[in-house]
């Protein structure tokens, strides 16, 4: 299986941007649909955005829509989710995800170990 792990999370103000990175290792990068999925303190893993194989389907979460984007650089086995325009409820341990082919997590393959975005207003 995929090896993951996340990076790039932190605090960061209402309104602002913030990118995070997930390094695969261990498989084909390029075999796997990947994702990212977010859980807030008390609340159940949800859904955020994923991307297909080739890079050329995504699909993401309403609350997420226009605000946030997934990219893969299957040459650098690695995955992105550009978050812009961040609301304090976006506050979550934000997880990346490999063999993503539906939104949702229990139907995942592997997962990374998590990164804390922390949006203040």
């Known amino acids: 299986q995929v090896q993951l792990v996340e990076s790039g999370g932190g605090l960061v103000q209402a309104g602002g941007s913030l990118t995070l990175s997930c390094a695969a290792s261990g498989r084909t990068f390029s075999d796997y649909n990947m994702g990212w999925f ?3 303190p008390g609340k159940e893993r949800e859904f955020v955005a994923r991307v ?3 890079g050329g389907v995504t699909y993401y979460a309403d609350s997420v829509k226009g605000r946030f984007t997934i990219i893969r650089d299957n040459a650098k ?3 992105y989710l550009q978050m812009t325009s961040l609301k304090p409820e976006d506050t979550a341990v934000y997880y990346c995800a490999a063999g993503v082919y539906y939104n949702d997590y229990r139907r995942v393959g592997a997962w990374g170990q998590g990164t804390q975005v922390t949006v203040s207003s």
């Open 38 to 40: 977010r859980q807030a």
């Open 52 to 54: 297909v194989w080739s």
């Open 77 to 79: 086995n690695t995955a």
